[in-house]
T-cell receptor, first 115, second 111 residues
Framework: GAGVSQSPSNKVTEKGKDVELRCDPISGHTALYWYRQSLGQGLEFLIY????????KSGLPSDRFSAERTGGSVSTLTIQRTQQEDSAVYLC?????????????FGNGTRLTVT | QKEVEQNSGPLSVPEGAIASLNCTYS??????FFWYRQYSGKSPELIMSIYSNGDKEDGRFTAQLNKASQYVSLLIRDSQPSDSATYLCAVFGGGADGLTFGKGTHLIIQP
């Protein structure tokens, strides 16, 4: 595709349920990032992948959060036992490498609402 | 903890005037600096990037970087109502934590 694709665009779930968010980066982009943005707040870094590996997972808010990337392409962010404070927009971005000259291209996000 | 600070605003500027947006960062080793524009309910989109001290101009936008002062700014000339958005400053310090974003400045261009 032409841009970063995220699905679903909206997700409403009950507290305690697990959710899985998907990101399909721009073809050929090796670096993939997940951010979270709560209402009226800035972007909170969660995790980044270079290829299939994630050098630093310390941005994940708790052990209920996990992410994987397979085949150097699609990534999934999984939130187990969701809590109301997990409600936010989850943004995925990709770039063609992790060199500092490479800007990020964002998807449209998944708006997660935990009831 | 790397920090990027921005005045949250709102910053109100009359149409046709120059809008000046400012950002400071804590990591002196930061290498790359970006300005993103985010309309309400939309994803951030890249406006400008700057990597070396001085000014960089692109159309109505000018980014300014002063690494000694750890300061980066964005000037928007001939402001238009369509420029009304939240502007996010982002800093790349290298390593595994990607871009660090400021909380953004909400800019309002008054017709």
């Amino acid at each position: 595709g032409a841009g970063v694709s995220q699905s679903p665009s909206n997700k409403v779930t009950e507290k305690g349920k697990d959710v899985e968010l998907r990101c399909d980066p721009i073809s050929g982009h090796t670096a993939l990032y997940w951010y979270r943005q709560s209402l009226g707040q800035g972007l909170e870094f969660l995790i980044y992948f270079q290829g299939n590996s994630a050098p630093d997972k310390s941005g994940l808010p708790s052990d209920r959060f996990s992410a994987e990337r397979t085949g150097g392409s699609v990534s999934t962010l999984t939130i187990q036992r969701t809590q109301q404070e997990d409600s936010a927009v989850y943004l995925c971005a990709s770039s063609d490498d992790t060199a500092h000259y490479s800007p990020l291209h964002f998807g449209n996000g998944t708006r997660l609402t935990v009831t | 903890q790397k920090e990027v600070e921005q005045n949250s605003g709102p910053l109100s500027v009359p149409e046709g005037a120059i809008a000046s947006l400012n950002c400071t960062y804590s990591d002196r080793g930061s290498q790359s600096f970006f300005w993103y524009r985010q309309y309400s309910g939309k994803s951030p989109e890249l406006i400008m990037s700057i990597y070396s001290n001085g000014d960089k101009e692109d159309g109505r936008f000018t980014a300014q970087l002063n690494k000694a002062s750890q300061y980066v700014s964005l000037l928007i000339r001939d402001s238009q109502p369509s420029d009304s958005a939240t502007y996010l400053c982002a800093v790349f310090g290298g390593g595994a934590d990607g871009l660090t974003f400021g909380k953004g400045t909400h800019l309002i261009i008054q017709p």
